[in-house]
């Protein structure tokens, strides 16, 4: 049973980014002198699949003009696995490349892409893709169609979280799977915190909404499990709970440490590629052109 809730988080964060996704222009854009952090949040993911959870970092501003994410395979110091997502779609990322016509030798360099100008130019080829997919008969209603994670409902439960109030939702949840039918409580506890946490759910396909996005979610998907990070300000997902009847019982999900940080990324010494406003194939020919 756990796995199918997790499962089901996953396949709802990929609907609410969907939904929410709307076209705007590609921003122009100037790489800071270092990219400042307020805060850290760490999550402890627990996975049916994994012996041991698995612990996830964020860190955000108190603005939310852009986060940064950290997994176990990754830290601070190495450029690699360091990549910052800003809240108008850009995804900067950082690490080392040869240096052109002297191979021998490697140079820092940071690279600033748009997922919006990277579909440009694939016009023809999406227009196939749809073709060959499935009509829908009604493609509105199926965007406003309920799925699994809407209309939890607050249960009047509250708990302290590291300084926060956090308020539980919750839903009777009935699943299929492998011909068995699956019953159970799944709770989710949301926090008002003094930062934006936004993008972390909005993160991905998501991230590049406008300003209507909120009102869409309001509007199409009321009190979903996700959607209330990107509905409510300042709302920042707790924990993720699970009850199957005459089953098991646990915790998917749940933050373990809340705290402020002058964590800085500094952009100095780094060759800077702008490719804001490029489709995938100018980038690529433009790379082969300074080889």
């Known amino acids: 049973m756990k796995k199918i809730y997790y499962l089901i988080f ?4 990929s609907v609410l980014r969907i939904s929410a996704q ?21 999550y402890e993911v627990d996975r049916e699949d994994k ?12 603005s939310g003009d852009y986060m940064s994410m950290e997994t176990p395979k990754s830290n601070e110091d190495e450029d690699m696995n360091f990549m910052v997502s800003t809240k108008d779609g850009l995804m900067i990322t950082f690490g080392e490349e040869p240096v052109p016509k002297s191979p021998d030798k490697q140079r820092k360099v940071l690279k600033v892409m748009d997922m919006h100008s990277m579909m440009k130019g694939n016009g023809e080829a999406m227009a196939a893709l749809a073709k060959s997919m499935p009509k829908k008969e009604n493609p509105e ?33 009935k699943k299929e799977e492998n011909g068995k039918m699956h019953e159970g409580t799944m709770s989710v506890w949301y926090a008002k915190v003094d930062f934006d946490p936004e993008m972390m759910f909005s993160l991905g396909m998501g991230s ?63 060759f800077v590629k702008n490719y804001a406003g490029m489709s995938m194939r100018e980038m690529m020919e433009k790379e082969s052109a300074e080889k």
Do not use: C, W
Request: aromatic fraction near 12%; avoid cysteine.
């Open 10 to 13: 996953l396949l709802a964060l």
């Open 22 to 42: 709307e076209t705007v222009k590609a921003p122009e854009y100037k790489v800071p002198a270092a990219y400042r952090f307020d805060y850290k949040v760490t």
């Open 51 to 62: 012996k041991n959870p698995e612990t996830m970092s964020y860190y955000f501003t108190k």
């Open 141 to 173: 209603a199926e965007k406003k169609k309920s799925n699994i994670m809407d209309n939890f409902v607050r249960t009047g439960r509250t708990k302290q979280v590291f300084g926060y109030t956090a308020e539980e939702y919750s839903k009777e949840i």
């Open 208 to 270: 590049m909404a406008g300003g209507g996005a909120q009102s869409k979610m309001n509007q199409n998907h009321p009190n979903n499990m996700l959607g209330l990070g990107l509905t409510q300000k300042n709302y920042l997902m707790i924990e993720m709970d699970f009850s199957e009847k005459g089953g098991k019982s646990g915790t998917g999900m749940k933050v373990v440490s809340i705290e402020k940080t002058g964590f800085n990324k500094s952009t100095e010494g780094y």
